[in-house]
């Protein structure tokens, strides 16, 4: 029930479905259009041309203020949609002049040294060498750690009792 | 296919069951030892309040000396002598806990440690019951002189334990440098006999990374002679019988070996110099 209400009134907004009023809301309709027709014959002026009638008939605050609503919404909407693109467009747009330019200012210098690269031995891959070189890692590390432990110093306490 | 799926589901139970239980052993010391820090440091805010409120009666006691004032005194200073007694033993339970977690301790330093530890835990629970039974402000303060004697006793041990756990770190650490030496010299003689022509590092470039484990090799045997003055000195400790002196000699004996640790540190630096100079071609 609830989900179809929901459902029926965003379809409203496209026009897809006309919201159904109540009973009494068209009841009040006819009413006025009836009450149109007696008051103006009652008048002994001509009678309302067709026009005008049919224009009575199918007049409805209701119905007008929905339509206005209706169109407002979905101007809503669309400047809404246009407003996010623009500013993704523009995002991505700054995002892009940025990365040529920083790639711009990656662009190689020379340098004074003459780099050297390092051309691995036959010794590079082998197991044992990368083996020792990792225990090597891990026991710097150890011996780079504090062996003095200060949360464990005798408490300070007071042995001086006197009267 | 359904046997198979039950097969597979009943190797992940016992996996998961047995990845339960076995790592439950190692969190649980460190569990135990943290629950009894914490214990500890419990203990020692409630004996700063009984401090306090001892502190406070006394001060009653002697500004007025009125009987009521006196029986006050002696109430808050039994309950401070008692709350310090428990104190003691919590920290000495701690103590204990933490040489069991440390596992490079050996057996030989380990239960010596340990039996001290229980006797002084057993002579503070039995203070601390004896306490009950002053009559007089003058027993209290005679049974608190005991407990002062007694105190040092345990902080001599506290620096003892201490310096012991920190000494067999070093052992390790040193025991873990030599392997590595040991290693690297019989991957270089390896290195030295190629025959290949033209895999062989040339005589310079040999001597270069002969040099390197010289240098490490020296380091080495200047940590190893620092962590022998350092365990001369820790041997000591028996001798103390004061908690300032005991703490001289700590500091002095942490000095030592931490002078110890940084040779083995640049003994692993030079070693890490010969790898690099073995992985880079000529």
Redesign the interface.
């Known amino acids: 029930m609830i989900p179809k209400a929901i459902f029926d009134w965003f379809n409203s907004f496209f026009g897809r479905k006309k919201l159904e009023i109540s009973d009494q809301q068209s009841i009040e309709e006819k009413e006025v259009t009836q009450e149109a027709e007696v008051s103006v014959s009652s008048l002994g002026k001509p009678t309302l041309n067709q026009k005008y009638l049919s224009r009575i008939r199918n007049f409805s605050p209701l119905s007008n203020l929905k339509s206005i609503l209706q169109k407002l919404a979905v101007i809503l909407l669309i400047f809404t949609f246009l407003l996010i693109l623009f500013f993704t467009g523009t995002r991505v747009f700054t995002s892009l002049r940025k990365n040529s330019a920083q790639d711009s200012a990656l662009t190689p210098t020379p340098t004074p040294l003459d780099y050297q690269g390092y051309k691995p031995s036959i010794w590079a891959e082998d197991k044992n060498i990368l083996k020792l070189e990792e225990d090597i890692n891990i026991l710097e590390k150890e011996l780079g750690t504090n062996i003095r432990d200060t949360s464990l110093t005798p408490p300070i306490l007071d042995f001086e009792i006197k009267f | 296919m359904k046997n198979q799926k039950k097969f597979i589901f009943l190797i992940f139970l016992i996996i998961s069951f047995l990845s339960i239980i076995f790592p439950r052993k190692a969190y649980s010391q460190e569990n135990d030892f943290e629950k009894l820090?914490q214990e500890y440091l419990t203990t020692?805010d409630e004996?700063r309040k009984t401090?306090s409120d001892y502190s406070f009666k006394?001060a009653q006691?002697?500004r007025f000396k009125t009987l009521k004032s006196q029986e006050e005194?002696f109430n808050a200073?039994l309950t401070m002598?008692q709350k310090?007694d428990d104190?003691?033993i919590a920290?000495s339970k701690?103590?204990k806990e933490?040489l069991k977690i440390s596992s490079e301790v050996g057996v030989p330093k380990n239960e010596p440690l340990n039996a001290r530890i229980d006797q002084e835990v057993g002579w503070f629970n039995e203070h601390k019951e004896k306490l009950t039974s002053a009559a007089s402000?003058?027993n209290?303060?005679k049974d608190?002189?005991e407990?002062?004697l007694r105190?040092a006793k345990?902080?001599v041990l506290?620096?003892d334990l201490?310096a012991t756990?920190?000494e067999a770190?070093?052992i390790v650490?040193n025991k873990?440098?030599r392997e590595?030496l040991d290693?690297?010299k019989n991957?270089f003689e390896e290195?030295k006999s190629q025959d290949n022509v033209e895999?062989k590092?040339s005589t310079y470039k040999l001597q270069i990374i002969d040099r390197w484990i010289f240098e490490s090799e020296n380091r080495l045997i200047r940590g190893e002679e620092k962590l022998i003055n350092a365990q001369s000195l820790i041997a000591t400790f028996a001798s103390k019988q004061t908690?300032d002196n005991a703490l001289s000699l700590y500091n002095q004996s942490?000095t030592v070996?931490?002078e110890s640790?940084l040779f083995?540190?640049e003994a692993?630096?030079s070693?890490?110099e010969v790898?690099r100079e073995?992985?880079?071609?000529?």
């Not at chain 2, 073995?278 to 000529?282: C, D, M, Y």
């Open positions: 820090y020692f004996y401090h006394k006691y002697l005194a200073t002598l310090r104190l003691v920290f701690v103590l933490k402000l003058e209290l303060v608190s002189n407990a002062k105190f345990i902080q506290s620096y201490l756990i920190s770190k070093i650490l873990r440098t590595i290693r690297v991957k290195i895999d590092f908690g942490q070996l931490g640790q083995f540190k692993i630096s070693l890490k790898i073995i992985k880079i071609a000529e």
